[in-house]
C-alpha cells in the first residue's frame, strides 16, 4: 500500500528538479531518486529523518537528474543504479547535457543497471522498474503501489522534450501509452518537474494525449 511508504520530495537545482527521497515507514530503508543538486542537503534530509539510504536511482542520465550525485554518493557510500542505455551519461559532459550549459558535470560510472520488469526492494516495500524511453534512450519510471515515478517521461498536462539527441517523440508517446495510461486512473504520478497529478488526469485532460488511448 502507498501509505507504507513515505514520499518526500525536494525541488533542486536551476530547473526546479523533482528529487524524491522513499522511505519504507517499518524498516526506515530508503532510497533517493534524482538527485539533482545539493547533494549534502539530500543527506541531511534522509539523516534527520532516521531513515537508512540504500540505493540512489536515476529516471535518466541528464544533467539537471544527476547534478548532486557526486556529493551524494560521496556522503553516503551508497550504489547508484542507472538504466544501460543512459549509463554513459554519466560520465560524458556531452551526453548528459551539461558541457551546453558550462558545468562539464560528469560522475563515476553506475554501480548495477535498472531492467525492465526487476523489482526495487525498500524494506518490506516493493517499485517496478518500467522502461519508459523517448525523452532519452534508457529512460524508466518506478512503479509502486498506487504511485508511479516518471521522470520527464510525463508531466501534469505535457510531456517530455524530445528536442534532444537520441529522443523520440514517436517512442515517448508509445512508452505512455503502454506503460503508464494503462495504469489505474488513481494512480498518483511522480514527474520530473512541476507538480504532481494522476493517470486519469493525464488521460483526460493532456492534450499531447488525449485521442491517443484507444482503450479508454
Not at 542537503?41 to 534527520?48: F, G, H, K, N, P
Not at 524508466?140 to 505535457?158: C, E, K, Q, W
Not at 508509445?174 to 520530473?192: F, M
Amino acid at each position: 500500500m502507498e501509505d507504507a511508504v513515505t514520499i518526500e520530495s525536494m525541488e533542486l537545482g536551476e530547473l526546479q528538479t523533482n528529487c524524491y527521497v522513499i522511505a519504507e515507514n517499518h524498516s526506515r530503508k530508503a532510497v533517493v531518486i534524482d538527485p539533482a543538486a545539493d547533494g549534502d542537503r539530500i543527506a541531511q534530509m534522509v539523516q534527520e529523518r532516521g531513515w537508512t539510504l540504500e540505493k540512489i536511482l536515476l529516471t535518466h542520465g541528464h544533467y539537471d537528474h544527476i547534478g548532486g550525485l557526486n556529493t551524494l554518493r560521496m556522503q553516503t557510500g551508497v550504489e547508484v543504479w542507472i538504466h544501460q542505455a543512459d549509463a554513459e551519461m554519466l560520465v560524458d559532459a556531452v551526453k548528459n547535457l551539461s558541457l551546453f550549459v558550462g558545468s562539464g558535470y560528469t560522475s563515476r560510472e553506475a554501480d548495477g543497471f535498472l531492467i525492465e520488469g526487476a523489482m526495487i526492494t525498500i524494506g518490506s516495500a516493493e517499485m517496478e522498474i518500467l522502461h519508459t524511453p523517448g525523452h532519452t534512450q534508457g529512460s524508466v519510471s518506478f512503479l509502486g503501489s498506487g504511485f508511479v515515478v516518471v521522470g520527464d517521461t510525463l508531466f501534469r498536462g505535457s510531456i517530455g522534450r524530445t528536442d534532444f539527441p537520441e529522443s523520440s517523440s514517436e517512442v515517448l508517446i508509445d512508452s505512455i501509452r503502454q506503460k503508464l495510461l494503462i495504469l489505474p486512473g488513481e494512480t498518483k504520478v511522480y514527474p520530473g518537474h512541476g507538480p504532481q497529478t494522476t493517470i486519469d488526469e493525464e488521460r483526460r485532460g493532456n492534450p499531447f494525449l488525449v485521442g491517443t488511448q484507444s482503450y479508454i
